[in-house]
């Protein structure tokens, strides 16, 4: 019996404009998504890409936002990825850009990763603070992500994201 | 050769390679009209033409021509007679070949 691979692509909503968050939803993302997949390989990368096509996981304020596809079709879906120029809701565009963060087989890959990535991604933030307030909120989220490292052996399911 | 039956005005050779990127692009998207595709002959007599491509590209070719169903609104189809590597091999077709 041929098993049912998949594979789980993570990717970060990057937009200058900050009304962008407010439509990061699956629906309208998916939308994108699949309307760059069509434009980039047409009707048979459409329909082969869209057969197990699903928005796993959204995040807004991070703007991370995790995608599934067939093992088969990922490389269509991850090199239509930088055509998705805009995302469209309630009859108003924005433009944004998807980068590709990660691609794994499984959720549980994509989440230890993201994981990882939000620590690094705090620390970066720690380093281009611009005031003191800012840099407080962030040093207590680092440091509260950090202990609960120690305190439990097993991931964690919510990761602290510094606060915009 | 590629042999497409019609009724009415008959493309040329620009509109018969248009109809081809054509083809790609709806089936293969921005990726397949990108496909280097070479029309070596065509005569508007038979509608009949030899092309060329890259011989990964043979497959999105072929599919694309296949499902191409309409040409200025009316409908056609694609006829494959022939496809070898060998240019010199498209002089004589052993499809054609009668058994006396």
Redesign the interface.
């Known amino acids: 019996l041929p098993a049912l691979s998949r594979r789980y692509v993570l990717c970060e909503v990057v937009s200058e404009d900050p009304r962008c968050r407010q439509c990061i939803e699956d629906r309208a993302l998916g939308l994108a998504v699949k309307d760059a997949i069509a434009r980039v390989h047409g009707d048979y990368g459409l329909a082969c890409c869209s057969i197990s096509f699903a928005v796993k996981y959204l995040n807004a304020y991070t703007g991370t936002v995790l995608l599934r596809c067939r093992k088969d079709s990922y490389r269509l879906l991850c090199s239509a990825l930088p055509f998705v120029r805009y995302l469209e809701s309630r009859a108003q565009r924005y433009p944004c850009f998807l980068n590709t963060l990660h691609v794994g087989g499984t959720i549980r890959t994509c989440q230890k990763f993201l994981i990882q990535y939000n620590r690094t991604q705090l620390l970066r933030l720690l380093q281009n603070c611009t005031n003191e307030e800012e840099r407080q909120c962030v040093q207590k989220s680092l440091l509260s992500c950090s202990l609960t490292e120690e305190q439990a052996q097993s991931e964690d399911e919510e990761e602290d994201d510094g606060t915009e | 050769r590629r042999e497409l039956p019609d009724g009415g005005a008959r493309p040329n050779a620009a509109q018969f390679k248009q109809l081809v990127v054509t083809a790609?692009?709806?089936?293969?998207?921005?990726?397949?009209a990108a496909l280097p595709v070479d029309v070596l002959t065509y005569e508007e007599k038979t509608l009949s033409a030899i092309l060329r491509v890259i011989s990964s590209g043979l497959v999105k070719l072929w599919?694309a021509l296949t499902l191409l169903g309409f040409y200025q609104n009316r409908r056609c189809a694609f006829r494959v007679l022939q496809t070898s590597p060998f240019l010199l091999a498209l002089s004589g077709n052993s499809r054609e070949l009668v058994l006396d």
Request: no cysteine; glycine share 20%; hydrophobic share 30%.
């Open positions: 790609l692009r709806d089936l293969h998207g921005e990726v397949g599919s």
